[in-house]
């Protein structure tokens, strides 16, 4: 498989999550096996990443191990589809996005650490959705490249 292949396998199985529930430190679990697949935002993106034939970090990374493995993209103008886009403090990422092009960014968000239940999903709107705009958040911290094949 190509890195280009592997990237839009990636952002399709992304945007095909849309809708999902956020549930904190969900990886792509199914409580119940007719229901909906859960992901908090690092979830999302592991989860997503294993599933085309990436790495599979869902034990292992949260939004500070993506920051550290994922190569660095300089700005916004050289992101491409698939890239992340990562929210929080200097040294202390706390949410990570997936952009999609166009300056849109889609990801598991909404909620938080207390967002443990569907009722508490559904109450905060906690969900995988889509923003306008890479900069939804005030706190951008940069942006990475997740390892496709190369």
């Known amino acids: 498989m190509s890195a280009i292949t592997q990237r839009a396998l ?3 199985l992304v945007l095909a999550q849309m ?3 956020y549930r ?3 990886k792509g679990s ?3 096996p007719k229901g909906p697949r859960l992901f908090d935002c690092s979830g999302l993106v592991t989860w ?3 599933q085309v034939g990436g790495p ?3 034990a292992t990374h949260n939004t ?3 920051w550290d493995a994922c190569k660095p993209v300089a700005s916004v103008a050289d992101l491409q589809p698939g890239d992340l886009v990562l929210y929080g403090k200097a040294g202390d990422p706390d949410h ?3 952009y999609v092009g166009a300056g849109v960014v889609v990801g598991a968000s909404g909620g938080g650490s207390t967002t443990r239940t569907l009722e508490d999903a559904a109450r905060a709107d906690a969900k995988v959705k889509a923003f306008a705009k890479v900069a939804y958040r005030s706190d951008v911290l940069g942006f990475r490249r997740p390892p496709f094949v190369s």
């Open 30 to 32: 199914r409580p119940d």
């Open 64 to 66: 500070d191990r993506l």
């Open 24 to 26: 904190w430190g969900a």
């Open 48 to 50: 997503c990443l294993h």
């Open 56 to 58: 599979d970090w869902r």
């Open 96 to 98: 990570v996005m997936v």
């Open 19 to 21: 809708h999902s529930p």
């Open 10 to 12: 990636f952002l399709q």
